[in-house]
């Protein structure tokens, strides 16, 4: 998938595409030095990571708060965060990796993009945005029983989880139901016919 065709397929603007593109850039800059991403995703940036964290962005169209946990290189946060700007889409970037946030903070100034990176264990950032989430996301992070265990709290005061997992996301949602009773709708991915996107909602402990 071209950079070119991405940009014209997700109906995005000339200001959004030269901003993603320059993450790009600089991601392809930095990762020689600070080892950002998986070396074998670096050949498909656009699809793997910047069109699959886009993907996101049109699921809860109306979220204004956006939490985005373990955030990594700043997928999906930084490119929702660039992709939503003009919606009013505020997103806040969790990572306790310090090079990582150098990373997301730089992207962030370059681009003027609306995103608070908090440099903490996502643990300690949680409790902060119980009633204030309209969404909460983690891409490539941990199981669903262990998403759910941290982002309970959010997701019982009404936030929308929104959690891409790979071919395993059966087994992940029997697992998970054995300790949680919650609704889940299970969406198909642009970028990987194995792969769904779970979208989580109404959430109690079994206990």
């Not at 087994?171 to 194995?194: G, I, V, Y």
């Amino acid at each position: 998938m071209s950079a070119s065709r991405t940009a014209s397929e997700l109906n995005v603007s000339r200001e959004t595409f030269e901003k993603l593109a320059l993450l790009e850039r600089e991601l392809r800059r930095w990762q020689a030095i600070k080892n950002l991403v998986g070396p074998a995703t670096l050949d498909q940036i656009w699809e793997r990571h910047i069109v699959d964290s886009l993907q996101l962005l049109d699921l809860v169209p109306d979220a204004r708060t956006w939490l985005d946990l373990g955030s990594g290189a700043g997928f999906p946060g930084l490119v929702l965060a660039i992709a939503g700007a003009a919606r009013g889409l505020k997103v806040h970037l969790v990572e306790s990796n310090s090079r990582k946030c150098a990373f997301l903070r730089h992207i962030a100034r370059l681009t003027e993009s609306a995103a608070t990176v908090h440099e903490a264990r996502l643990e300690t950032v949680i409790p902060g945005f119980v009633g204030k989430a309209d969404v909460v996301s983690a891409r490539a992070l941990a199981s669903l029983v262990q998403l759910l265990d941290w982002t309970a709290p959010v997701l019982k005061a009404g936030t929308i989880g929104l959690f891409p997992k790979g071919r395993d996301v059966e087994t992940e949602l029997t697992e998970a139901r054995k300790k949680w009773t919650f609704e889940a709708e299970t969406l198909p991915s642009l970028t990987d016919s194995d792969a769904r996107i779970l979208r989580i909602t109404s959430i109690e402990s079994h206990s």
